[in-house]
């Protein structure tokens, strides 16, 4: 971490000698930096980062530059709890990303902008938002993300509760599961997919054992476009 942080700012330095040449690569290391400061859980000094590299993405009419230092503000924002702050930073980050064309951070900031959705208590929302990442994801052919969309859904799902919700919530499960298991994909550190693990008892009785499992084979069975495919049609709105 130290010969990390003394190449990052022996980077810095360099830069500024520069000048005005070197900015791209100066807000770059200014990212870099902030990331090193948020591991140290300096949080502060990692916002105060992050914001002078948008500054600059901002002044050089970097679109998918400044897209990317304010979703990863957004993401600080949300990480503190603030809710509000995180949702304005990456409503912003998704128009600089879509001036950009760029397909995945629109899909993951519009994944973001569901999961803070979801976290106010706004599960209409949240669901818009999921079914506007999924279909990025689809195309792209990313199962990652993708499945982290595909389990989100399904969270929404079983936080809405009705009997119905959770049937379809436990198919699409279990097609998110098997996904990121035949593609190799992580699970840990997937909060709607570890929320869900945690209710599966739960769940298991209320839907009864035999009706649980068949409704996971169900998704089990879906290969990757079906799964999207069942997942939107379960999600379409009136």
Same mark, same amino acid.
């Given at each position: 971490?130290?010969?990390?942080?003394?190449?990052?700012?022996?980077?810095?330095e360099?830069?500024?000698?520069?000048?005005?040449?070197?900015?791209?690569l $100066?807000?770059?290391?200014?990212? *870099?930096?902030? !990331?090193?400061?948020?591991? =140290?859980?300096?949080?502060?000094? #990692? /916002?105060? @980062?992050?914001?002078?590299?948008?500054?600059?993405?901002?002044?050089?009419?970097?679109?998918?530059?400044?897209?990317?230092?304010?979703?990863?503000?957004?993401?600080?924002?949300?990480?503190?709890?603030?809710?509000?702050e995180?949702?304005?930073?990456?409503?912003?980050?998704?128009?600089?990303?879509?001036?950009?064309?760029?397909?995945?951070i629109?899909?993951?900031?519009?994944g973001?902008?569901?999961?803070?959705?979801?976290?106010?208590?706004?599960?209409?929302?949240? $669901?818009?938002?999921?079914?506007? *990442?999924?279909? !990025?994801?689809?195309?792209l =052919?990313?199962y990652?993300?993708? #499945? /982290?969309? @595909?389990?989100?859904?399904?969270?929404?799902?079983?936080?809405?509760?009705?009997?119905?919700?959770?049937?379809?919530?436990?198919?699409?499960?279990?097609?998110?599961?098997?996904?990121?298991?035949?593609?190799?994909a992580?699970?840990?550190?997937?909060?709607?997919?570890e929320?869900?693990?945690?209710?599966?008892?739960?769940?298991?009785?209320?839907?009864?054992?035999?009706?649980?499992?068949?409704?996971y084979?169900?998704?089990?069975?879906?290969?990757?476009?079906?799964?999207?495919?069942?997942?939107?049609?379960?999600?379409?709105?009136?």
């Amino acid at each position: 971490m130290l010969e990390a942080d003394a190449y990052l700012q022996e980077s810095l330095e360099i830069c500024l000698e520069i000048g005005p040449a070197a900015e791209p690569l $100066l807000a770059s290391v200014l990212v *870099s930096r902030s !990331i090193q400061a948020l591991v =140290r859980k300096d949080f502060e000094s #990692g /916002i105060s @980062l992050m914001k002078e590299s948008l500054k600059i993405r901002r002044a050089l009419g970097d679109p998918g530059g400044t897209a990317n230092s304010l979703a990863m503000l957004g993401e600080l924002a949300s990480s503190l709890g603030n809710l509000s702050e995180a949702r304005a930073f990456w409503l912003e980050a998704l128009e600089f990303a879509k001036i950009a064309g760029e397909k995945r951070i629109t899909a993951i900031i519009v994944g973001s902008l569901g999961e803070v959705s979801e976290k106010m208590g706004a599960f209409d929302e949240a $669901l818009n938002f999921y079914t506007q *990442s999924l279909p !990025i994801a689809q195309k792209l =052919r990313d199962y990652y993300l993708a #499945g /982290i969309n @595909l389990f989100a859904l399904a969270s929404v799902k079983v936080s809405q509760g009705s009997g119905t919700d959770v049937e379809e919530a436990i198919k699409i499960f279990g097609a998110a599961k098997t996904l990121h298991r035949k593609y190799g994909a992580r699970l840990s550190g997937i909060g709607n997919y570890e929320e869900i693990e945690r209710k599966i008892p739960s769940l298991r009785e209320s839907l009864g054992e035999e009706f649980f499992e068949a409704a996971y084979a169900e998704g089990e069975a879906m290969d990757f476009d079906q799964a999207v495919a069942f997942a939107l049609s379960q999600t379409e709105f009136d």
